[in-house]
């Protein structure tokens, strides 16, 4: 019996000629650099640019101190290791549009600096960040009354109100998720969609707007965006969703997509 099992089963082995195509991303191939710490922006961003031809891939980025507040100081230390993560992003080829997955971070460091250390690695690619894609946004919307809800500290909100408004958006109302016992960046993957409707309410109880950003790519609102809109109706933008709707439209992906609110409608002014 042991005799019968030693012997090799006799195998047939042959080849066979093959046909290549253009893989995953036919159409476009989307580079994003997340933080370690981001619990939602990959899996929103995988809903929203999953379009026939479209290929994402992710490198994750070492987050700043876990253990000190979020602040403008912080922030400014952002994507130190950006250089080496982009790298990561697809051995075998360059990303069409890279975007660079933090809202505050994107804002205090600069549309302009996060371009050129990307183009320094990849010449040819196209950049976006949640805060360029929040103003683009803006400006296909037609926005001209705006609020804005964010889980940041004071002086972090304050600066990026005021970025936004320097782009030409005046805004009218600021809601901010607080919590006197610990740091409300912790949370803000966790802030459920219930609070986030609230929030826009708080919004449109304290002033006339036409938009309402939602601003941190921790905060899952893409599920809720229709739903708001259509109760509202007002127009909402959130981080992840207008990041991924401004890569898309850089990548020349024009697709109308619907379940991610207006703005997925809309093509770049």
Known sequence: MLAEKDKATPKVWSKIKYETDGGIG???HIGMAVYDCDQTLSHEARAMLGLPGVALYETRLISSRRDQP?????????FREMDDAILRINTRRPSDVIALGCTSAAMVVGQPELERRVRTVYPQTKVTDP???IVTALGALSATRVGY???YPRDVAERMVSAIEAEGYPIYAVVEFHDDQKFVRDDAPFIDAGSIAAAVDQVISSSDVDTIVISCTQMRAVDIINKLE???GKNIITSNQAMCWHALRLAG???VAGGFGRLFTTQLV
């Open 149 to 151: 809800i964010s889980p």
């Open 230 to 232: 259509q109760r509202t």
């Open 26 to 28: 036919t159409r476009a």
């Open 253 to 255: 992906c024009d697709d």
């Open 70 to 78: 979020l602040s403008v100081d912080l922030l400014q230390a952002s």
């Open 131 to 133: 805060f360029t894609g």
